[in-house]
């Protein structure tokens, strides 16, 4: 309401000024058959002006806008990746039973193309993430997120999450699956179907996991070289990675 009560205003404001400045033309050339060509002059104009601010101008202005959220998301998805999402990768892979089968084509070097990331996407959308539930740490894997779940919090708050919903999934699903966790007192003496169940959940999000890892590599290698470096020499599915230069 008071905002629109400070456009009512505004727009008062305007027709006075536009009164006052007619005025002072017609007192200063006394020419009313001259305000009255530039006035039409003008209204014909009008619809160009709207079609171009409407049109042209707001769409570069939102695209702008739009550009600098996803610049925000992106900050964002590489902080979790720092804080959580790498180290989990690490965790559930080494349950998959059948990593060997995907781990050299997830080796991704710098030489790398648009191409061979949308091949690779391709590939892992038809992969089996598996999970060999009996090998699962549930005690390790609680206390990671516990630990992790203020942080995890902080990152679903944020509005700019709306813009990108495979990551809004991750983190559900990450959230849901530390809720899962806790929820159980004595994790080394669940049943055995309770334990496929959370093996279920943690399917779920080594899928997620790994395309947004994916997607993420793909805009560091665009954008940012340097970070993409360290990714490269932190990727959780490289057994010879190392953060030190050799």
């Not at 017609?26 to 002059?41: D, K």
């Not at 990768?89 to 039973?97: A, C, G, T």
């Not at 159980?184 to 399917?203: E, F, P, T, V």
Request: avoid cysteine; aromatic fraction near 14%; proline fraction near 2%.
């Amino acid at each position: 309401m008071k905002r629109f009560s400070w456009e009512i205003k505004f727009g008062i404001f305007l027709i006075i000024l536009s009164i006052i400045l007619y005025s002072i033309h017609y007192v200063w050339f006394q020419n009313m058959e001259h305000i009255y060509l530039w006035s039409m002059t003008s209204l014909a104009f009008l619809p160009i002006s709207i079609l171009f601010v409407t049109l042209i101008v707001n769409k570069l202005l939102i695209r702008r806008e739009r550009r600098a959220r996803m610049e925000k998301l992106n900050m964002l998805i590489g902080t979790f990746y720092s804080e959580v999402g790498t180290l989990l990768l690490e965790y559930v892979s080494n349950w998959d039973p059948n990593l060997d089968k995907i781990r050299n084509e997830l080796i991704i070097d710098s030489e790398w193309t648009d191409e061979d990331f949308l091949e690779l996407s391709m590939r892992l959308r038809i992969y089996d993430y598996d999970i060999e539930y009996k090998k699962v740490d549930l005690v390790s894997l609680r206390s990671f997120l516990i630990e992790k779940r203020d942080f995890l919090l902080r990152l679903l708050e944020n509005p700019n999450l709306f813009e990108h919903e495979s990551f809004t999934a991750l983190l559900r699903a990450v959230f849901h699956l530390g809720e899962e966790l806790e929820g159980r007192k004595k994790l080394k003496q669940i049943s055995d179907k309770d334990n496929k169940h959370i093996a279920g959940d943690i399917k779920r999000v080594y899928g997620l996991l790994v395309h947004d890892w994916l997607n993420y590599l793909k805009y560091l290698q665009k954008n940012y070289p340097y970070l993409f470096s360290l990714a490269l020499r932190t990727n959780p599915f490289d057994e010879n990675a190392s953060l030190e230069l050799k």
